[in-house]
Structures are given as C-alpha cells and as structure tokens.
C-alpha cells in the first residue's frame, strides 16, 4: 500500500513538472505592499529631514492628501503615464512624482533623489537654480517650502515601474516668492 501510493506521487510529480507553469499578471493599480507604516514613516522622515535643515517646522501627515495621492500613483501606474495631474484651481496642492523600476528603490531613496536637488538650490539665481532651470530643483523647494505644512503621499506599480506621488498643502513653488522665507 505505501510502495503503491509513493508510485502514485512519483508519477503525480512527473506530470506536474512536465506542464509549463503559468502565473498570473498582477494588477496594474497595486499598491506596492511594503508596509503602510514603514511608508509613511519614511516620507515623513524624508521631507522633514530636509526642512530640519532650513530650521522650518515638521510636516504632518494628512490621510486626505495621501488617499488622493496613491490614487493619482495608480492612474500612473495604469496608464503607464508620468505627468503631473491637472490643477483643480479650487484647492491647489503642490504635487511631486517620481518613477523607477519597481521595487528596485526604497521609500527613502525615492524622496531622496528629489531632495538632491538641493545640490542644484541658489536662493539668489534665476528661478532658484545654479542651472537657471527651476525642474532642475523643483522637487527640492516644494518639500523645504516655508508654508507648506501637510505632506500625503502615495505609491503604485505597474509590471516595470513604482510611480509615487507625493501632495502637499499649501502648494509651494509659487511664482515670486521665496520657499525659504
């Protein structure tokens, strides 16, 4: 009885591994499951690091922010698009992106690739830039901006890229102004 049900799972075994193995694609619109509070930490620590430095006050975190955040990262994600969203008008919030191969990065070193713009940052040149440029420091201003003061961020895959989204309010970045002052 057990030589014939050895031979029994033997022969299962064979026929299991002659057929090809098929997995599933996974959806577009997932959320890169890496842990919630781990994410949410690594943001706040991120942006808030960065203003420690100006002396500016902490960012909080805003769910509201966040939710429409990771919902924006998953049209990105769906799409295979990356570009900002469009101004409501109503409520400006100021709006980061970033994309990489996905999870090829950690949360930290996703924010950090906005905060090396700091490299870039001259309060005195053309639109705050040693390169006259401000996308070339953009990312950079809107997390150290002097008013802003909630931070909600979000992230999504497709099969290639991560795609996170970080909102804030108020919006930084405007025109005229100084970000630290």
């Known amino acids: 009885m057990l030589g014939a049900a050895i031979l029994m799972m033997t022969a299962l075994a064979a026929e299991a591994e002659s057929r090809p193995v098929v997995f599933a694609e996974e959806s577009y619109t997932r959320t890169a499951a890496r842990g919630s509070h781990i994410f949410t930490r690594a943001m706040l620590d991120q942006h808030n690091r960065a203003r420690a430095e100006h002396g500016l006050p902490p960012l909080r975190w805003n769910p509201a922010l966040a939710e429409a955040a990771r919902a924006y990262a998953a049209e990105l994600a769906a799409a295979g698009a990356f570009e900002h969203s469009e101004d409501d008008g109503d409520d400006p919030q100021g709006e980061n992106l970033w994309m990489g191969t996905r999870e090829a990065y950690g949360f930290d070193e996703m924010v950090a690739h906005w905060v090396s713009e700091k490299a870039n940052f001259r309060r005195d040149a ?20 002097k008013d802003t003061r909630e931070v909600g961020c979000g992230v999504a895959s497709d099969a290639a890229d991560d795609y996170l989204v970080c909102r804030y309010y108020p919006a930084g970045n405007v025109e005229g102004e100084d970000p630290l002052n």
């Open 126 to 145: 053309p639109n705050m830039s040693a390169t006259g440029d401000l996308s070339d420091v953009g990312h950079y201003t809107q997390i150290v901006w």
